[in-house]
């Protein structure tokens, strides 16, 4: 008997705005909360896989604090 595939939480790369979002693996799209592109989860650069809603959001803050060092310190 074939065991359904787990959801997973997706870390996201948007193809327009190259910001980081959040998605459920057992989604086919997603909306870019930051410029409104739909980003298809099938082409998108995925970043991470994590098994919870809370690992997701963590691994998600820590990724936009780094991007936000890169900016300070390349100024």
């Given amino acids: ?21 959040l998605a459920i693996s057992s989604n086919k799209t997603r909306t870019c909360p930051y410029c409104g592109k739909r980003v298809s989860l099938e082409n ?14 963590l691994a998600l803050q820590e990724l936009k604090i780094q991007g936000q060092q890169n900016e300070t310190s390349a100024k």
């Fill in 1 to 21: 008997m074939e065991t359904p595939e787990k959801k997973h939480y997706l870390i996201l790369e948007c193809n327009m705005c190259k910001r980081y979002l």
């Fill in 44 to 57: 998108a650069k995925v970043i991470s896989r994590l098994k919870t809603a809370e690992e997701a959001r």
